[in-house]
C-alpha cells in the first residue's frame, strides 16, 4: 500500500502565497511521477503540475510561470509554490503518485491518491 498525505492548504487573499506539500509513505521501490490536481467546486478534477523522478516538471496552462512544483525523491516528498494566486485557483488540491512498490518477492505497480487539501484564494 502507498499513502499520500497533503497539507499546507488554507485561505489566503487574492495575490498572496501558498506552499502544499504531499508525503508519500509506503513499500515504494520507484516514485516515478508525482503531481498536482485540483477540483474546483461543481467541476471535474483538473491538472495542475507534475515532476519526474528526474526532476522535468510540467504545468498547467493556468498555473504556468506562478506555481513551481518540486520533489525530494529520498524523503518522497513532493512541493506545491503558489504564488500570486487568484480566486479561480479556489479548489481541493490533490497529490497523486505513480511508481512501483513491493519487495523483493513482487513488485507491482501503483497510482495512488492523498484525499484533498482545500484551498480558497478570497478577492
Known amino acids: 500500500q502507498v499513502q499520500l498525505v497533503e497539507s499546507g492548504g488554507n485561505l489566503v487573499q487574492a495575490g498572496g502565497s501558498l506552499r502544499l506539500s504531499c508525503k508519500a509513505s509506503?513499500?515504494?521501490?520507484?516514485?516515478?511521477?508525482m503531481a498536482w490536481y485540483r477540483q474546483p467546486p461543481g467541476t471535474q478534477r483538473e491538472f495542475v503540475a507534475s515532476?519526474?523522478?528526474?526532476?522535468?516538471?510540467t504545468y498547467a496552462a493556468s498555473v504556468r510561470g506562478r506555481f513551481t512544483i518540486s520533489r525530494n525523491n529520498y524523503e518522497n516528498t513532493m512541493s506545491l509554490q503558489m504564488n500570486s494566486l487568484k480566486p479561480e485557483d479556489t479548489a481541493v488540491y490533490f497529490c497523486?503518485?505513480?511508481?512501483?512498490?513491493?519487495?523483493?518477492?513482487?513488485?507491482?505497480?501503483?497510482?495512488?491518491w492523498g484525499q484533498g487539501t482545500h484551498v480558497t484564494v478570497s478577492s
Open positions: 497523486n503518485s505513480v511508481g512501483l512498490r513491493g519487495d523483493y518477492y513482487e513488485t507491482v505497480p501503483f497510482n495512488s
Open positions: 515532476v519526474a523522478e528526474n526532476g522535468t516538471a
Open positions: 509506503g513499500d515504494i521501490i520507484m516514485n516515478f511521477i
